[in-house]
C-alpha cells in the first residue's frame, strides 16, 4: 500500500478550498446580482412610467383626441419594455408596438402590480382635468408600463450565471495556481531526498549542503549527524573485521592442519569422528569467511565474470554428487557468491541431501533491482542472471516456506535485517532448512542488489537467487 503524498494532499486541500470558495462567492454573487437585478427592472419600470405620464400629460387633451387603440409612431425595434394608456372606462387609448391590445390589468393600481398572465407592470393614475376637478375625483385614465416575465427571468438568469461564471473561474485559476505554488515550495523535500540517497557511510565525503529552505535545516543537520554515527560505526566494524581475520584465521587453520595429522595417525575407530570434527572446521571457516567479506572495505560487490563449475569446484564438498545446468558463467563477485553456494550446499549436505542440481541462467536486464546503485551509474550494459540450488533431501515444509519468504520480502522493501528469529524453526525439528546458512546467502543477494527466492518444491528444497550486473565476458 503506497503511502499518502503531502504534495498530492496538499495540492487537493487547496483545490477543494479554492473550489469552495468559488462556489461561496458565486452563490453570494447570484443572491446579490439577483436582487440588484430585480431592483433595477423594476427602476427602470417606474422610471420609464413618470416619463410617459409627464409626456400624456403635456397634451392629454389633444392624444386623447386622436387616439383609440393605436399605437405610438416608432421606428421598427424589439420592446423589452411595454406600455399601455387607458381612459377612465379602462380602455387603451394607446400603447407601444409590443404591448397587448387588451388591457393588461383590468382593475388598475398605483404601484407594482404582477399579473396572470406574467407580466410586471407599474401604473401611474392620471389625474382628471378640466374645470371643476379635484383631488378626490376618480383618475382620468392610466399609464401601465410592463416587463413580460420571460424577458425578467432571462435577464436575471444572464447576469447571475456570468457573475457566478467569473467567480467559479476566479476560483479554478486560484486554485491551479495554488497547487503550481504547492509543488515549488515541496519541490526541495524531493532535493533533499535525493541527496539522503547519495549519502553513502562506506565512502568519505563532505555532508549535505545547504538547504533552500529553512525549516529543513534541522533534517539536514539531523541526516549529517547520523550519516557521521553511521560513518564511525562502518569504520568500527571494518577495524574489527581487519583485526578478526588474523584472529580467526589462523587458528582454523592450524586446527584444521592438526586434525589432517590426527586423521592419518588415528586408527580406523576414530577416522570417522575426526574426519566429522575435520569437516566441522570448514564450515567454520566458510561462515567466518563470509561473515568478514560483508565488513570489508568497499561496499559494493567485485563484479568478475565467474565460471560456476570452477567456483563449485574450490568449495570441496565431496560428499555430495554436483549437477551443472544453464549458462556456464555469471558476473558476480566471487567471494559472496563462493560464501551463498558454500552455504545453501552445506544446508543440503547437514539435511540429509545426496544430489544437487545447481542451474544458472541470465536474460537482458528486465528488471533492475539495484536502483539507484553502482550499477546503474556505471552507464554499463545490464545482464539479469539467476542461480538456483535444488537438492534431493526432505525439502522445507510450505507453510515454513511461506512465512519465510513473506519476512523476506518485507524486509526487502523497508531495507532492514531481516528477524528469522520470528520464522525458523529448531534445528532438529523435521525438515527444517532455515538458520545462518539462509540468512547469509540472503544477504548475498542484497549485496548485489538482488533478491532471494524460495521456491515451491514438491521434493527437496529449491532456493534461487535472482540479481542484476554489468555485462562482461571472460
Known amino acids: 500500500m503506497s503511502l499518502p503524498s503531502i504534495r498530492h494532499r496538499l495540492a487537493s486541500s487547496l483545490i477543494a478550498i479554492a473550489l469552495a470558495w468559488g462556489v461561496v462567492l458565486a452563490l453570494a454573487a447570484y443572491f446579490v446580482v439577483r436582487h440588484e437585478v430585480e431592483e433595477m427592472l423594476d427602476e427602470s419600470l417606474r422610471e420609464s412610467a413618470e416619463v410617459i405620464f409627464g409626456l400624456i400629460s403635456l397634451d392629454a387633451d389633444r392624444l386623447a383626441a386622436g387616439a383609440g387603440m393605436g399605437t405610438l409612431a416608432a421606428p421598427p425595434h424589439r420592446e423589452h419594455l411595454v406600455w399601455q394608456w387607458l381612459d377612465a372606462r379602462g380602455q387603451v387609448r394607446l400603447r407601444s408596438h409590443r404591448a397587448p391590445v387588451a388591457p393588461l390589468v383590468m382593475s388598475p393600481k398605483p404601484g407594482f402590480a404582477e399579473t396572470a398572465s406574467g407580466w410586471r407592470l407599474y401604473g401611474l393614475p392620471l389625474a382628471a382635468t378640466g374645470q371643476g376637478a379635484s383631488r378626490d375625483d376618480p383618475p382620468a385614465g392610466w399609464v401601465l408600463v410592463a416587463h413580460e416575465g420571460s424577458e425578467r427571468r432571462e435577464a436575471r438568469f444572464e447576469s447571475t450565471m456570468v457573475a457566478a461564471g467569473g467567480s467559479l473561474m476566479a476560483g479554478l485559476v486560484a486554485a491551479m495556481l495554488l497547487s503550481w505554488r504547492a509543488r515549488r515550495e515541496l519541490a526541495p523535500l524531493e532535493s533533499l531526498s535525493e541527496a539522503v540517497r547519495q549519502i553513502d557511510p562506506g565512502r568519505p565525503a563532505p555532508g549535505m549542503a545547504t538547504t533552500e529552505r529553512s525549516e529543513l535545516e534541522p533534517i539536514r543537520g539531523a541526516i549529517n549527524d547520523l550519516a557521521a554515527r553511521l560513518a564511525r560505526r ?241
Open 234 to 474: 562502518l569504520a568500527g566494524e571494518r577495524a574489527f573485521s581487519a583485526h578478526a581475520a588474523h584472529a580467526l584465521r589462523t587458528p582454523l587453520a592450524g586446527l584444521d592442519a592438526q586434525l589432517a595429522v590426527c586423521l592419518l595417525q588415528a586408527d580406523e575407530r576414530l577416522a570417522p569422528r575426526l574426519q566429522r570434527s575435520r569437516d566441522a572446521v570448514a564450515r567454520l571457516r566458510s561462515v567466518v569467511q563470509a561473515l568478514l567479506t560483508f565488513f570489508r572495505s568497499g561496499s559494493e560487490p567485485h563484479w568478475q565474470p565467474l565460471l560456476l563449475q570452477v567456483l563449485g569446484e574450490r568449495l570441496g564438498v565431496e560428499s555430495l554428487v554436483l549437477h551443472w545446468r544453464g549458462v556456464p558463467s555469471v558476473t558476480a563477485d566471487p567471494d559472496l557468491l563462493a560464501a551463498a553456494l558454500m552455504n545453501l550446499l552445506d544446508n543440503a549436505q547437514r539435511h540429509g541431501a545426496h544430489e544437487v542440481v545447481v542451474e544458472a541462467g541470465s536474460t537482458p536486464g528486465l528488471e533492475n533491482f539495484a536502483e539507484g546503485g553502482a550499477v546503474n551509474r556505471a552507464g554499463l550494459p545490464i545482464v539479469s542472471f539467476w542461480v538456483s540450488v535444488r537438492d534431493d533431501g526432505p525439502g522445507i515444509p510450505e507453510p515454513e516456506r511461506e512465512r519465510l519468504q513473506a519476512e523476506l520480502n518485507r524486509e526487502l522493501e523497508v531495507g532492514a535485517s531481516p528477524d528469522f528469529g520470528s520464522v525458523v524453526t529448531p534445528q532438529g525439528a523435521a525438515g527444517s532448512r532455515l538458520g545462518l546458512g539462509l540468512v547469509l546467502c540472503d544477504l548475498v543477494a542484497r549485496a548485489h542488489g538482488g533478491r532471494l527466492h524460495l521456491i515451491s518444491s514438491d521434493s527437496g528444497a529449491h532456493v534461487r537467487l535472482e540479481w542484476n550486473a554489468p555485462k562482461t565476458s571472460l
